[in-house]
């Protein structure tokens, strides 16, 4: 491969790029490669996001509808299900989910299945880079052998394969794909190089270069790790905080003061999102092909899965101060995704809540201006459509499990016989009679 050739067509905008998998991560990335001046192809085997994009209606949050649509019109950005159009790209980034299955290990069928796609049309000269979240060794152990035996090329001589994490936070005001830091890691120095050419010329944030794909996808781990370490930490205190008669969330207000030192993270009724709350279950996993076990990750793994049942259990309580069991007891939850002003609800342990409640013989109702419907293990749920003064007077029990601030919570107090705040996003309002904070 003659690396300065591409790095001189990167320059000029002169390769052709595919991203795989037109979610969260991909659709965001496809456009901004598409503005930088890389005309771009994004594919995706759901068809209904392959004739949204070619029409320009925008599906994704964070990304700017009047972009997508004038790139589509012209001609920058076009999407497809027909993978024999990577023939024609230089530039591969694959985007597609690592979902847990349901024994909590690993499924990396989409990966493996887009690489196997991937390799029957890969030409030489060609860059791909895996952006999906998953194990270490992923690039080197499962990618590279899939591309080389499906394609008759040779990694590092025919083309460049490298790792660079995804670190999309929907709904982030401030940090989109755009300005968010980025971390490469190739197979080699030159794959590298190249790799962290193209993300430079995309972005306008710094791009750092790793030694190998192994310490990205590890970075990524960690990243994720750390933040499930410390809710599990939080969560378990605010689970002691209440026994003790104190309000977690003011220690944390006076433990965040300090200018060094401490982080603030927040207790929940537990974990959602693609990544926090799946990241840990990558990295216990593949531990124990080395006879390691990660015993305090996995501590903060079992107190952020169980939260969801403490969280019901504390809604029983308050009920019984009503002389109202659970069970036959009108519930309404307020917030079906998994964090503030975002319409994701992917892993969010509001669905567990729901789930368990329901289990335990509560007519359970919902209400998220953020998702009108959502489904959960094969069952369409209906939102409530609006908040009104007669849904929160006839339900015995409020919970409030997103902190969206599109919601007159104020209206909510003012109504409700009882609130149980799981995020404490009610923590303004003076009368609190009627509120029970997590």
């Known amino acids: 491969m003659n690396k300065s050739d591409l790095l001189g067509r990167i320059k000029e905008r002169k390769i052709s790029i595919g991203v795989i998998g037109l979610g969260y991560v991909g659709l965001p990335l496809a456009v901004e490669k598409a503005k930088a001046g890389f005309k771009t192809t994004g594919f995706d085997v759901q068809q209904k996001k392959v004739a949204m994009v070619n029409q320009g209606i925008n599906y994704i949050g964070d990304v700017v509808q009047e972009d997508l649509a004038a790139l589509v019109k012209s001609g920058m950005l076009r999407a497809t299900s027909d993978f024999s159009f990577v023939g024609e790209c230089d530039f591969i980034a694959i985007c597609v989910p690592t979902p847990l299955d349901e024994h909590q290990q690993p499924d990396i069928s989409y990966v493996r299945d887009s690489v196997i796609e991937i390799s029957k049309y890969l030409k030489k000269d060609s860059i791909v880079v895996l952006e999906s979240t998953t194990y270490p060794g992923t690039t080197e152990e499962l990618v590279k052998p899939l591309l080389e035996k499906g394609s008759g090329l040779v990694c590092g001589e025919d083309f460049y394969l490298g ?17 968010t830091p980025k971390v490469v890691g190739g197979i080699g120095k030159d794959a590298t190089e190249v790799i962290a050419a193209v993300y430079r010329a995309v972005l306008s944030s710094d791009v750092y270069e790793v030694s190998s794909p192994a310490i990205a996808e590890m970075e990524k781990i960690l990243e994720n790790t750390y933040r499930n370490v410390n809710i599990g930490l939080v969560n378990e205190l605010a689970k002691l905080c209440h026994e003790m008669g104190i309000s977690i969330w003011e220690v944390i207000d006076a433990a965040k003061t300090k200018p060094y030192g401490f982080q603030a993270f927040y207790p929940g009724p537990g974990l959602g999102g693609h990544c926090i709350p799946l990241d840990p279950y990558y990295l216990s996993w593949k531990a124990r092909e080395y006879g390691f076990h990660t015993s305090m990750i996995e501590s903060s793994m079992m107190i952020n899965d169980r939260m969801p049942e403490y969280t019901v259990e504390r809604a029983s309580k308050i009920l019984n101060r009503f002389r109202k069991a659970l069970n036959g007891s009108k519930v309404l939850v307020l917030g079906v995704a998994y964090k503030q002003d975002i319409d994701d609800y992917r892993e969010s342990p509001a669905l567990k809540v729901i789930e368990i409640l329901e289990g335990q013989g509560a007519e359970v109702s919902y209400y998220d201006p953020w998702v009108a419907e959502y489904r959960y293990k094969g ?36 109504h409700a016989k009882a609130i149980f705040d799981t995020k404490n996003v009610m923590k303004a309002i003076k009368n609190r009679d009627n509120i029970e904070v997590l």
């Not at 790792?163 to 300005?179: A, C, H, M, Q, W």
């Not at 007077?393 to 902190?403: F, H, K, N, Y």
Request: hydrophobic share 35%; aromatic share 8%.
């Open 379 to 414: 069952r369409a749920v209906q939102g409530l459509q609006e908040l009104t003064i007669e849904t929160l007077e006839g339900s015995d029990l409020v919970m409030v499990t997103a902190a969206h601030s599109n919601v007159d919570y104020g209206f909510v107090q003012q």
């Open 163 to 179: 790792f660079s994490p995804e670190r999309v936070d929907p709904g982030n005001l401030i940090y989109k794909t755009k300005n």
